[in-house]
Protein backbone atom coordinates (compact mmCIF):
# COMPACT_ATOMS: atom_id res chain seq x y z
CA UNK A 1 0.00 0.00 0.00
CA UNK A 2 1.25 3.94 -0.89
CA UNK A 3 -0.08 6.46 1.46
CA UNK A 4 -1.89 9.51 -0.32
CA UNK A 5 0.13 12.33 -1.68
CA UNK A 6 2.03 14.79 0.08
CA UNK A 7 4.77 17.22 0.34
CA UNK A 8 8.12 16.60 2.18
CA UNK A 9 10.23 19.16 4.17
CA UNK A 10 13.92 18.39 5.67
CA UNK A 11 14.38 20.81 8.18
CA UNK A 12 18.20 21.26 9.17
CA UNK A 13 17.25 23.17 12.50
CA UNK A 14 14.75 23.29 15.40
CA UNK A 15 13.89 26.54 14.28
CA UNK A 16 13.35 25.62 10.82
CA UNK A 17 11.11 22.54 11.92
CA UNK A 18 9.05 25.16 14.02
CA UNK A 19 8.26 27.55 11.62
CA UNK A 20 7.00 24.81 9.31
CA UNK A 21 5.28 23.18 11.23
CA UNK A 22 3.71 26.90 12.40
CA UNK A 23 2.55 28.08 8.91
CA UNK A 24 1.32 24.87 8.45
CA UNK A 25 -0.87 23.59 11.55
CA UNK A 26 -3.05 20.42 11.16
CA UNK A 27 -1.80 19.84 7.33
CA UNK A 28 1.93 19.15 8.36
CA UNK A 29 3.00 16.26 10.66
CA UNK A 30 6.07 15.19 12.55
CA UNK A 31 8.26 12.21 11.39
CA UNK A 32 10.92 10.73 13.44
CA UNK A 33 10.90 6.86 13.08
CA UNK A 34 7.99 6.39 11.27
CA UNK A 35 6.92 3.22 12.92
CA UNK A 36 3.11 4.56 13.72
CA UNK A 37 2.77 7.32 11.03
CA UNK A 38 3.90 5.72 7.80
CA UNK A 39 1.38 2.69 8.41
CA UNK A 40 -1.72 4.87 9.27
CA UNK A 41 -0.94 6.88 5.98
CA UNK A 42 -1.01 3.61 4.16
CA UNK A 43 -4.07 2.50 5.85
CA UNK A 44 -5.56 6.43 5.10
CA UNK A 45 -6.17 6.83 8.61
CA UNK A 46 -3.85 9.69 8.37
CA UNK A 47 -3.73 11.53 5.57
CA UNK A 48 -1.29 15.02 6.51
CA UNK A 49 -0.66 17.61 2.83
CA UNK A 50 2.62 17.68 4.53
CA UNK A 51 5.86 15.69 6.62
CA UNK A 52 8.02 17.29 8.27
CA UNK A 53 11.22 14.81 8.56
CA UNK A 54 13.21 16.05 11.70
CA UNK A 55 16.05 13.40 11.03
CA UNK A 56 18.85 16.21 9.73
CA UNK A 57 18.74 17.71 12.92
CA UNK A 58 21.56 17.82 15.37
CA UNK A 59 21.26 17.01 18.88
CA UNK A 60 17.96 15.22 18.79
CA UNK A 61 19.12 12.54 19.53
CA UNK A 62 20.94 13.34 22.36
CA UNK A 63 20.56 10.61 26.26
CA UNK A 64 21.24 12.95 28.96
CA UNK A 65 21.31 12.55 33.11
CA UNK A 66 21.12 14.76 35.54
CA UNK A 67 19.63 15.80 39.15
CA UNK A 68 17.49 12.37 39.20
CA UNK A 69 15.87 12.23 35.66
CA UNK A 70 17.09 10.99 32.56
CA UNK A 71 16.53 13.08 29.52
CA UNK A 72 16.04 11.78 25.64
CA UNK A 73 15.60 13.58 22.79
CA UNK A 74 13.19 13.19 19.98
CA UNK A 75 15.62 10.92 17.64
CA UNK A 76 16.11 8.27 20.62
CA UNK A 77 15.32 5.14 19.77
CA UNK A 78 13.95 2.60 21.77
CA UNK A 79 17.18 0.40 20.58
CA UNK A 80 18.98 3.08 21.74
CA UNK A 81 17.85 2.78 24.78
CA UNK A 82 18.30 -0.70 25.36
CA UNK A 83 21.89 -0.59 24.26
CA UNK A 84 22.90 2.67 26.64
CA UNK A 85 25.07 1.76 29.33
CA UNK A 86 23.83 5.24 30.84
CA UNK A 87 20.49 3.93 30.76
CA UNK A 88 20.88 0.62 32.16
CA UNK A 89 22.74 2.35 34.86
CA UNK A 90 20.16 4.60 35.88
CA UNK A 91 17.03 2.95 34.73
CA UNK A 92 17.80 -0.71 34.36
CA UNK A 93 14.15 -1.45 33.84
CA UNK A 94 14.52 -0.05 30.39
CA UNK A 95 16.31 -3.46 29.79
CA UNK A 96 13.53 -5.44 30.47
CA UNK A 97 10.91 -3.56 28.24
CA UNK A 98 12.63 -2.81 25.13
CA UNK A 99 11.93 -6.09 23.57
CA UNK A 100 8.64 -6.14 24.30
CA UNK A 101 8.40 -3.41 21.74
CA UNK A 102 7.35 -4.46 17.75
CA UNK A 103 10.31 -6.77 16.54
CA UNK A 104 13.94 -5.44 15.53
CA UNK A 105 13.63 -3.51 12.99
CA UNK A 106 11.03 -1.39 14.30
CA UNK A 107 12.92 -1.20 17.39
CA UNK A 108 16.12 0.26 15.35
CA UNK A 109 13.67 3.12 13.75
CA UNK A 110 11.40 3.31 16.39
CA UNK A 111 11.55 6.61 18.67
CA UNK A 112 10.38 6.85 22.54
CA UNK A 113 8.81 10.49 21.70
CA UNK A 114 7.47 8.90 18.34
CA UNK A 115 5.71 6.78 20.46
CA UNK A 116 4.45 8.82 23.25
CA UNK A 117 2.93 11.52 20.91
CA UNK A 118 1.39 8.58 19.05
CA UNK A 119 -0.42 7.79 21.92
CA UNK A 120 -1.37 3.89 21.48
CA UNK A 121 -2.96 3.03 25.07
CA UNK A 122 -1.27 -0.51 24.95
CA UNK A 123 2.07 1.10 23.96
CA UNK A 124 4.95 0.18 26.54
CA UNK A 125 6.58 3.74 26.74
CA UNK A 126 3.03 5.17 27.27
CA UNK A 127 3.17 2.77 30.34
CA UNK A 128 6.74 3.71 31.33
CA UNK A 129 5.65 7.31 30.98
CA UNK A 130 3.31 7.61 34.00
CA UNK A 131 4.66 5.07 36.19
CA UNK A 132 8.48 6.73 36.33
CA UNK A 133 6.54 10.78 36.17
CA UNK A 134 7.81 11.56 32.92
CA UNK A 135 7.59 15.22 31.47
CA UNK A 136 7.45 15.43 28.04
CA UNK A 137 8.45 19.09 26.44
CA UNK A 138 6.56 20.73 23.79
CA UNK A 139 8.38 23.59 21.65
CA UNK A 140 6.84 25.88 19.58
CA UNK A 141 8.32 29.13 17.68
CA UNK A 142 9.13 31.44 20.40
CA UNK A 143 8.52 29.12 23.19
CA UNK A 144 8.37 25.82 24.85
CA UNK A 145 6.06 24.11 27.86
CA UNK A 146 6.65 20.71 30.12
CA UNK A 147 3.51 18.46 30.35
CA UNK A 148 3.66 15.59 33.34
CA UNK A 149 2.38 12.52 31.86
CA UNK A 150 -0.52 12.52 33.90
CA UNK A 151 -1.83 15.50 31.54
CA UNK A 152 -0.37 14.72 28.28
CA UNK A 153 -2.36 11.58 26.97
CA UNK A 154 -6.30 12.74 26.35
CA UNK A 155 -7.51 9.36 24.96
CA UNK A 156 -7.45 6.80 21.93
CA UNK A 157 -4.15 7.96 19.97
CA UNK A 158 -4.72 11.50 21.06
CA UNK A 159 -2.28 13.94 23.01
CA UNK A 160 -2.26 17.85 24.21
CA UNK A 161 0.30 18.13 21.55
CA UNK A 162 -1.04 21.25 19.77
CA UNK A 163 -0.42 20.88 15.83
CA UNK A 164 2.10 23.71 15.58
CA UNK A 165 4.58 22.03 18.38
CA UNK A 166 7.07 19.22 18.36
CA UNK A 167 7.82 16.93 21.21
CA UNK A 168 11.55 17.97 21.77
CA UNK A 169 12.50 16.32 25.42
CA UNK A 170 11.18 13.76 27.70
CA UNK A 171 12.62 13.16 30.87
CA UNK A 172 11.70 10.04 33.12
CA UNK A 173 12.40 9.56 37.38
CA UNK A 174 15.76 7.69 37.91
CA UNK A 175 15.11 8.07 41.95
CA UNK A 176 12.87 4.23 42.56
CA UNK A 177 14.95 1.84 44.28
CA UNK A 178 12.69 -1.07 42.67
CA UNK A 179 11.11 -1.30 39.35
CA UNK A 180 9.15 -3.99 37.68
CA UNK A 181 7.57 -4.87 34.37
CA UNK A 182 5.18 -7.41 32.73
CA UNK A 183 3.25 -7.78 29.69
CA UNK A 184 0.77 -10.20 28.39
CA UNK A 185 0.44 -9.93 24.73
CA UNK A 186 -1.11 -12.59 21.91
CA UNK A 187 2.53 -12.71 20.58
CA UNK A 188 5.32 -11.54 21.67
CA UNK A 189 6.00 -8.15 19.93
CA UNK A 190 2.23 -7.49 19.58
CA UNK A 191 0.49 -4.49 21.16
CA UNK A 192 -0.36 -5.36 24.63
CA UNK A 193 -3.41 -6.93 25.63
CA UNK A 194 -2.35 -5.45 29.39
CA UNK A 195 1.10 -5.00 30.33
CA UNK A 196 1.85 -3.09 33.62
CA UNK A 197 4.80 -1.06 35.05
CA UNK A 198 5.33 -0.78 38.64
CA UNK A 199 7.97 1.81 40.87
CA UNK A 200 8.83 1.61 44.56
CA UNK A 201 10.71 4.31 46.62
CA UNK A 202 11.71 2.45 50.00
CA UNK A 203 13.08 2.78 53.47
CA UNK A 204 14.59 -0.32 54.69
CA UNK A 205 11.95 -3.41 53.74
CA UNK A 206 9.31 -0.34 53.55
CA UNK A 207 7.07 0.87 50.75
CA UNK A 208 7.33 4.97 51.06
CA UNK A 209 6.44 5.71 47.62
CA UNK A 210 4.71 3.42 44.67
CA UNK A 211 3.73 3.79 41.33
CA UNK A 212 1.92 1.20 39.46
CA UNK A 213 1.11 2.13 35.74
CA UNK A 214 -1.20 0.35 33.03
CA UNK A 215 -0.97 -0.66 29.56
CA UNK A 216 -4.29 -2.38 27.57
CA UNK A 217 -6.51 -0.87 30.11
CA UNK A 218 -7.97 2.03 28.75
CA UNK A 219 -8.49 4.58 26.47
CA UNK A 220 -4.89 6.18 27.03
CA UNK A 221 -2.24 4.52 29.98
CA UNK A 222 -3.76 4.87 33.63
CA UNK A 223 -2.38 5.26 36.95
CA UNK A 224 -3.78 2.71 39.58
CA UNK A 225 -3.87 4.68 42.90
CA UNK A 226 -6.01 2.45 44.56
CA UNK A 227 -3.01 -0.05 43.87
CA UNK A 228 -0.53 2.47 45.30
CA UNK A 229 -2.54 3.57 48.44
CA UNK A 230 -3.28 -0.32 48.59
CA UNK A 231 0.61 -0.95 49.08
CA UNK A 232 2.14 2.23 50.50
CA UNK A 233 3.87 1.52 53.90
CA UNK A 234 3.96 -2.38 53.78
CA UNK A 235 7.20 -4.26 52.73
CA UNK A 236 7.71 -5.70 50.03
CA UNK A 237 6.91 -9.08 49.72
CA UNK A 238 4.17 -11.87 47.45
CA UNK A 239 1.45 -10.71 50.34
CA UNK A 240 1.95 -6.74 49.04
CA UNK A 241 1.89 -8.05 45.67
CA UNK A 242 -1.40 -9.49 46.36
CA UNK A 243 -2.97 -6.66 47.85
CA UNK A 244 -1.67 -4.23 44.39
CA UNK A 245 -3.50 -7.17 42.44
CA UNK A 246 -7.05 -6.98 44.17
CA UNK A 247 -6.75 -3.35 44.25
CA UNK A 248 -6.52 -3.39 40.51
CA UNK A 249 -9.13 -6.17 39.48
CA UNK A 250 -11.72 -3.78 41.88
CA UNK A 251 -10.72 -0.40 40.18
CA UNK A 252 -9.38 -0.87 36.42
CA UNK A 253 -12.79 -0.95 33.53
CA UNK A 254 -11.02 -2.24 31.01
CA UNK A 255 -12.46 -1.60 27.39
CA UNK A 256 -13.26 -4.85 25.21
CA UNK A 257 -12.20 -5.58 22.04
CA UNK A 258 -11.25 -8.81 19.63
CA UNK A 259 -8.66 -9.56 22.18
CA UNK A 260 -10.60 -9.71 25.21
CA UNK A 261 -13.58 -8.79 27.39
CA UNK A 262 -13.73 -6.07 29.78
CA UNK A 263 -13.53 -9.09 32.54
CA UNK A 264 -10.93 -10.97 30.99
CA UNK A 265 -8.57 -8.04 31.29
CA UNK A 266 -9.55 -6.62 34.46
CA UNK A 267 -8.17 -10.06 35.96
CA UNK A 268 -5.44 -9.93 33.99
CA UNK A 269 -4.50 -6.38 34.98
CA UNK A 270 -4.37 -8.17 38.84
CA UNK A 271 -2.26 -10.69 37.38
CA UNK A 272 0.26 -8.59 35.15
CA UNK A 273 0.36 -6.25 38.42
CA UNK A 274 1.38 -8.82 40.97
CA UNK A 275 4.12 -10.08 38.51
CA UNK A 276 5.94 -6.78 37.61
CA UNK A 277 6.09 -6.43 41.69
CA UNK A 278 7.37 -9.96 41.97
CA UNK A 279 10.00 -8.64 39.37
CA UNK A 280 10.61 -5.39 41.64
CA UNK A 281 11.18 -7.77 44.50
CA UNK A 282 13.59 -10.23 42.57
CA UNK A 283 11.17 -13.39 44.27
CA UNK A 284 9.98 -14.14 40.90
Known sequence: MKPPPFEYHVPGSLEEALEILGSLGADALPLAGGQSLVPLMNLRLARPAHIVDINRIEGFNRIDIDEGRLSVGPLVRHSDMERSPEVRGSLPIVSQVVPFIGYPAIRHRGTVAGSLAHADPAAEWPCLALGLDAEITLSQTGSSRTVEADRFFKTMLTTVREPNELLTKVSFRTDFNSLGFYEFARRHGDFAIIAAMVAFQMDGDTITSCRVSLAGAADRPVRVREAEDAVTGRPLNPQTA?????????????????????????????VAVERAIARAGEWS
Open 242 to 270: SRAGAAVVETVDPLEDIHGSADYRRELAG
